[in-house]
């Protein structure tokens, strides 16, 4: 795919270092390990996990992709932050719903109404793996049954993961997504950069969006087509920056990014609600794109007019 993506859409210049490297996909007793000439590039955790010792149990999960590195290794994600242990590194989930007539949250487990999880691997091929995913309710069971199908690329300097995400109702019920601040698809950053409690912190995560902001609170509800994060993690500089397909629903999908916490999610339910029914499935597609060192804005907007070409 990225010999294509190299070839037919961007010049070799902008991409002096992806020149493909091999990457081996295999599934594992955890889940998906993806990784290039043994160097870890991901995990998708299908195997329930539990949290470290000292937080509750309920926090529990699968379904989410960690450790996502950078090239040279740096872990980018944390599974079970200090504070808001639900959030679970790369993520999919619907925060306000309403199923069966009930208000259920998909995404703050403590909340004791719903939550999402990993059910399969359904596929496992060169490149990436598929796999499936189902949001929850407590009281009515599943929900909405979800697809990722997730390719990887690896180069010297970068790894690239393109995720295709498909949900459709689990039963005939339909499943309302109210309007709320946050709720998508998300990312949460290291723990290096968590400045709530935790031991890792070194310095908060820092921001460039497609729009050139820098100030977190300033980004919040932006539509800015990419959001790269970035921070110091034990003393040096790697970061993550995502992209939104303009195939996507409400794209450019407005963003919410927490003023304090390194988080941000691509969040659709900000502009309003929308149902995901028996006939009216939810689809999105994003890119991921891990690097080395501070992110710079000129070569991240070619690198996304260069994914938004891709039919």
């Known amino acids: 795919m990225l010999r294509g993506f190299v070839k037919n859409c961007l010049p070799l210049f902008l991409f002096p270092a992806i020149l493909p490297a091999g990457v081996k996909v295999e599934q594992t007793e955890e889940g998906v390990l993806v990784s290039t000439d043994g160097q870890p590039i991901l995990q998708f955790q299908v195997k329930k996990i539990q949290p470290p010792e000292g937080i509750d149990a309920l926090y529990a999960g699968s379904g989410f992709i960690h450790p996502l590195r950078s090239p040279s290794g740096i872990v980018l994600t944390d599974p079970f932050p200090v504070g808001h242990s639900h959030q679970h590194a790369v993520f999919s989930a619907w925060t306000r719903t309403t199923f069966h007539g009930k208000r259920v949250d998909f995404w703050n487990k403590h909340r004791m109404t719903g939550y999402s999880e990993a059910v399969s691997v359904d596929k496992v091929g060169k490149n990436g793996f598929t796999v499936t995913r189902r949001m929850v309710s407590r009281e009515h069971g599943p929900a909405i049954i979800e697809t990722w199908d997730v390719q990887v690329e690896a180069g010297k300097d970068v790894f690239i993961v393109d995720i295709a995400l498909r949900q459709r109702t689990a039963k005939r019920e ?17 723990a290096a950069w968590n400045s709530e409690g935790d031991p890792a912190f070194e310095a908060p995560m820092r921001i460039l969006t497609g729009k050139g902001t820098t100030n977190l609170e300033e980004a919040n509800n932006e539509r800015p087509r990419w959001v790269a994060a970035y921070g110091s993690v034990k003393g040096e500089v790697a970061g993550v920056v995502m992209m939104d397909h303009p195939s996507n629903f409400r794209h450019p999908q407005p963003v919410r990014i927490h003023p304090v916490m390194p988080y941000f999610v691509f969040s659709p339910p900000i502009l309003g609600s929308f149902e995901i029914g028996p006939k ?9 794109i891990t690097y080395d060192g501070k992110p710079d804005a000129e070569k991240l907007e070619e690198w996304y007019q260069a994914y938004a070409r891709l039919p």
Do not use: D, Q
Request: proline share 8%.
């Open 174 to 190: 339909p499943v309302h997504v109210r309007e709320w601040h946050y709720g998508g698809f998300a990312f949460r950053g290291s």
């Open 280 to 288: 009216a499935p939810y689809s999105g597609r994003y890119r991921i």
